[in-house]
């Protein structure tokens, strides 16, 4: 169980410098990728988990189920799985317990509001400019942030770190294995697309309004997507006819980079995927027009209070919405508050999340399906467990663009697997084991395999963790 | 008999509360009575005049209305504690928000009881969800580290919601306490003791004082009148604190000048848990808090309510961080989360029911399922902790609340979504 490292499988993201070709004429096109994954998945034998009830995430509850994993990745899942014969194989036992993909949570802001939430470390907001596609949210993630490990004990293998809504456009997002490294980098999730935080609503109008500068009212908000879309368009115009006259052996003048306008045109091309801090649904709609009008696509709408009074619109228009179970009324735009609106949302054909944006919250995700879950069941519609795991699981992994490795238990995909200590939508459920890339990262049972955070260190005693 | 009638009639008297003419028959439920008769398996109860009548197996009352519990769990309804419930709408909305002064002449004094709005959209939301009493408090203040008191409000939603004013006087020491007072938690404890100190002042020297025969005095007239119940013990005096040096100064400190003391937030309270439960003084806390949020809470941990309960110490548990007034009915689940990390159940559901009843005095008409309290319970579908579990039926005053509320109708607008431009009409 000691950390040896996958050296082949990963050399591709080790490489920081990306040729994009050999060609002399074409040199200028040679670009690097800064601050690439350096996450290694940690070697570890095969395991066998026999004897559970799985929830696959792919629509399945099985019941009395095994599941296979080796190298990082799942190779089986079913009810009639004869035990495999590797000679290190781990086989457990998991008669009476639960086994769900590992959760993922499509809005945190860990690291980049650490705890303790001091102003020092308070790094998700900058609110210099209502648009500040130049930032990074990964430049703020202090992996040493004590929440991580939080998360983690609560079965959380992945998640997007997102900056604060107080711009229109707060910058990119990150998408992070919930491993502790010693730079973000460490904690990269491979091959993940940024995303790209934007705002509606409250927040930008009221943090600039108050300054006395634009935005101040909703219409100004949408002046400033619109002015920012039109700077991008005209943007990624200069760079598409520099990349033909490279293409065509007769390169054009280089236009002069821009960081800002790198992200939206980044978003433009379909590279990077929009979130959007969105609480109304009139406001939803006006977002998905000015989507229509610069053709771009929303991935999707974050906090979402109201996306029952659009879920037609936001099925058709292949978005989702990331929700609470219940939190409502901490602000005008989350009033309309109806528990059963993830449920309504997913009846409706759309993609539904339950996200959190608290570090507490992350922690019980699970507990928080089972809420939405139940107010959904309440009023009659047929929602099961293998339906409402999706919402913390492979829903939330489409949003982020991770859907094809990882937010469901299917083959090939990566092993980011949780054991509970029984049905995950109870309250007294707790996540007992949690793989992430096929290794075992937490351990209720073994404080060895119990990550404690630098700041942790020294502040609690290790047999008085925070857990 | 006789004496519930009286007190009925007390009430009545003192609050004129409407009394239903209806009866009420619960049916074969598991009660957790918590009162002497433990917890009890397919169990009736029957409810008249606004009044628990008995409690027991195979009831024979006729009854206007009956209630099959089978399969279902009855309790006290939720006291939810320290909260903004009615004087508050929208956080963000400072015009919506009375639990917040910034006037200097109101510490101690400020009383909330005649801001509270019993129509709040709040109140139908929480109470369909099992909230049938609150403990309004003061919500923060940047001004004075004591600032103003708490009051046990009804959510029956009518107009006489006061169930007993001033029941607590709340303040803050550690961080966020000092910071109002110099910046140092040195200042703020001497600012606290001259509070005290002038308090005592005032009730030796009134006359003059009100005659303006006397020295200035630092804190309002008011103020001072205010702490005389918790100079005498009649109040407590309700604490925010985190850090263990921090909690072990306020329990010399209430010790050193007699007063009661309740401890709210206590972040590291498991670390003097022992200390805590010798001195006698109950803790409200948030039972879901497991983070180091500010360098005085470096000890926050998730066993913090099993760990202060097994040293004996009494909790009383808060609603969920800053959703403690919106959706203060989720501190069942907070409770649940509790009991999984080691906290025994039956305390647990006491936390947010029985416990802060007796520590703010009211556990003579609410906080049991027995004979002569208050018919103030709930009907639960299954387990009251548990994520899965609702509210059926909630009883306030022996009457049955009303089950709508703005989500419902809202829901219910949208519910069959189409394209239909006449939304608006749905009702």
Redesign the interface.
Known sequence: MKNKFYKTAIAALLSAVVVSCADDSEQEKETIKPFASRYQAQEFQPVFIKNATILTAAGEQINDGAIYFKDGKIVSVGDDLSEPSDDDLLVIDAKGKWITPGIIDVHSHLGVYP????QTSADGNEMTAPVTAEVWAEHSVWPQD??FS?ALAAGVTSMQILPGSANLVGGRSVTLKNVLGRSVMDMKFPDAPHGMKMACG?NPKRVYGSKGRAPATRMGNVAGYRKSWIQASDYKKQWDAYNKSVEAGKPGKKPKRDLKLDTLMGVLNGEILVHNHCYRADEMAVMLDIAKEFDYKVSTFHHAIES?????LLAENDVCSAMWS???????EA??????NVA?VDK?GACAIVHSD???GI??LN?EA??A??SGV??GLDIKAEDAIKWITINAAKAIGVEKQTGSLEEDKMADIVIWDGNP??????AEKVFIDGALKYDRANAELQPVSD??LG??KPE???? | MKLSKFLLAGIVAATGFSVSAESILIKNAKIHTLGSQGTLQQSDVFINNGKIISVGKKLTNSADRVIDATGKVVTPGIFAVANSLGLA?????NQTVDSVTNDEMSGASFNLDEAFNPNST?IPHNRVNGVTRTLVSPAYSSVHLVYGQGSIMSLNGNYNPLIKSAVAIFGSYGESGSGRVGGSRATALKELQTLLDEAREYADNYEAILAGEYRELGFSIDDLKAMQDVLNRNTPLVMSVNRASDIMTLLRFAKKNSIRLVLKGAAEGWMVAKEIAAANVPVLIDP????????E???????NSSLMNKAGVELMFLG????N???AH?VR?SA??A??YGMPYEAALKAFTATPAKVFGSDTSYGKIMSGYDAELVVWDGDP??????AVSVIIDGELVDTAT??KR??DR??D???DQNTAYRK
Request: aromatic fraction near 10%; glycine fraction near 4%.
């Open positions: 705890a303790p939430g001091v004590p929440q939080l409250e029952y009074k659009i879920a037609d219940d939190w409502w009324g901490f602000k005008q009033y309309d508050t109806v528990p059963e309504l409706a608290s570090a507490v922690q019980h507990k089972a809420k879950m139940t309440n009023m939508f109870s309250v007294y459920s707790k700041f942790d502040a609690v008085e963790n925070r857990l | 709408e929208i956080d963000a909305l709040l879901l808090d497991n983070i180091p949020r500010s360098f809470s470096l000890g926050q941990r998730i066993e969920p961080g800053f959703q007034t919106h959706n989720t689940h649940g989360v009991v999984s902790l548990e994520v899965t579990t609702t703005k989500s809202l829901r949208y519910k979504i189409s394209t």
